[in-house]
């Protein structure tokens, strides 16, 4: 009882704050405000934190009346003054809420927590949602890639760095220090991006391989033992994992951005590269399985409707759950060449056609919409036990050609995905 006695004077003090924040008076005061309001969030307990957003969500809304007005204004007049007027009277008072919180010393970190948590929130209340939108937008602007620093991440970097290297990779799993610094060994790369008001808190990062030619299984990338290449031998870097480490930034586009400007400071340190590519996983590939392998028919020539419905037909999808094949022992080495071939034609359909749809496998919408190429799916690549439950062992390197990815970027908007002669030979 005590407990929530407290819990209700600190929401309290966190609304007044918040409101006194927004006024005038607290705009003349706007760092100690923050400060204030940031220190009354933070001891808030989940309930609380709930109340709060609800708060947000509600009482920081334009006003639909003089929105209205502002609309008729511009309708009637027409000129720069009644839009700039409209852009002012439609922009939630939330988000200059937000820009004064921005400016406490710990402002950009706090928001960032804000919207991991709100975020947490969203499906039980969608009310929660114009809030998000918000929030959103303005990390949007405050975390453009024009503002990052882009530095490469080494093993004589700071141990924090490091450990926050290993506790985010969240494709291929970082086995301790002897694994981490054989990826920072010198055929291998990782860059993060850094915001100026984040010091020594990576963003997103990349790690990547340079080898002599297209890399066709994880397992020679991230062998703890394997021999360190030569740098004479490199001629293909390969992007073999990205990992997001801020939650709160979700939504906004940094990892495109991040590959690109990672391949072109790669070109200028070492000239012999001329293959960029990712070994990429399939991480909605058995789920899609699981589902009966839906394609959207009307985009599949009449072969490729038959060559889909026999391997659907060889692979008995639907008969067995994945999870299920797996625990009965399934491994891509006891496959027959049928099972194979079948595993193949559907992985290669689903890339092809069910990418671009709004459930499309994720990793694979993300580097056909930057430019990519689909370019070889390769068998036993990821003999991993996430390998084998999520996409049947099964990888794909998508091709970044830098002088095609503005044009290929434009085709994938219009849901269309290209692909090499040996993906289409595949189907």
């Known amino acids: 009882m005590l407990e929530r006695f407290l819990q209700n004077k600190k929401l309290d003090a966190a609304k007044l704050t918040a409101k006194k924040l927004l006024s005038a008076r607290g705009e003349s005061n706007a760092q100690s405000m923050a400060i204030k309001l940031i220190d009354c969030y933070e001891h808030l307990d989940k309930r609380s934190q709930t109340d709060f957003f609800n708060y947000l969500s509600s009482e920081f809304n334009p006003d639909p009346t003089l929105v209205v007005d502002a609309a008729n204004r511009y309708n009637n007049e027409r000129n720069e003054s009644s839009l700039i007027h409209l852009f002012q009277t439609v922009e939630p008072p939330r988000q200059e809420l937000l820009r004064r919180v921005n400016r406490a010393p710990a402002g950009t970190a706090t928001i960032l927590k804000m919207r991991q948590t709100l975020l947490s929130y969203l499906k039980d209340h969608p009310a929660f949602r114009a809030a998000d939108s918000d929030m959103h937008h303005l990390l949007s602007s405050w975390f453009n890639p024009g503002f990052l620093e882009l530095h490469q991440i080494t093993w004589n970097s700071p141990a924090q760095l490091l450990e926050k290297i290993i506790e985010h990779e969240s494709v291929h799993a970082i086995d301790g220090w002897d694994d981490l610094r054989r990826r920072l060994q010198p055929d291998r790369r990782c860059f993060a991006f850094f915001h100026p008001q984040l010091p020594g808190e990576p963003l997103i990062f990349v790690e990547v391989a340079l080898v002599p030619s297209i890399a066709k299984d994880i397992g020679g990338l991230i062998n703890k033992q394997a021999q ?19 939650p709160g930034l979700k939504g906004v586009s940094l990892g495109n951005f991040l590959i690109k400007r990672v391949a072109q400071k790669l070109i200028e340190e070492i000239p012999s590269l001329k293959i960029f590519s990712t070994l990429s996983p399939i991480p909605g590939f058995t789920q899609w399985l699981d589902a009966g392998a839906p394609l959207p028919e009307e985009k599949l020539s009449p072969a490729q409707m038959r060559k889909w419905q026999e391997a659907q037909k060889s692979l008995a999808v639907g008969s067995m759950g994945w999870a299920e094949r797996i625990k009965t022992g399934w491994h ?9 071939a079948a595993l193949m034609r559907l992985c290669s359909l689903y890339l092809m056609f069910k990418t671009p749809e709004p459930r499309g496998d994720a990793v694979g919408k993300f580097h056909l919409s930057n430019g990519a190429t689909l370019h070889q799916i390769n068998w036993a690549a990821d003999l991993s036990k996430k390998g084998l439950q999520h996409s049947a ?10 002088d095609k990815v503005e044009e290929q970027h434009e085709a994938f908007i219009n ?7 040996g993906v289409e030979r595949l189907v």
């Open 228 to 246: 360190v290449g030569e740098p004479k031998s490199f001629k293909a870097a390969i992007f073999y994992s990205i990992s997001n480490c801020q």
């Open 415 to 421: 849901k269309s995905v290209r692909y090499s002669r």
């Open 332 to 340: 891509p080495e006891r496959c027959d060449e049928a099972e194979k």
């Open 393 to 402: 062992g099964i990888m794909v390197n998508y091709l970044y050609e830098l």
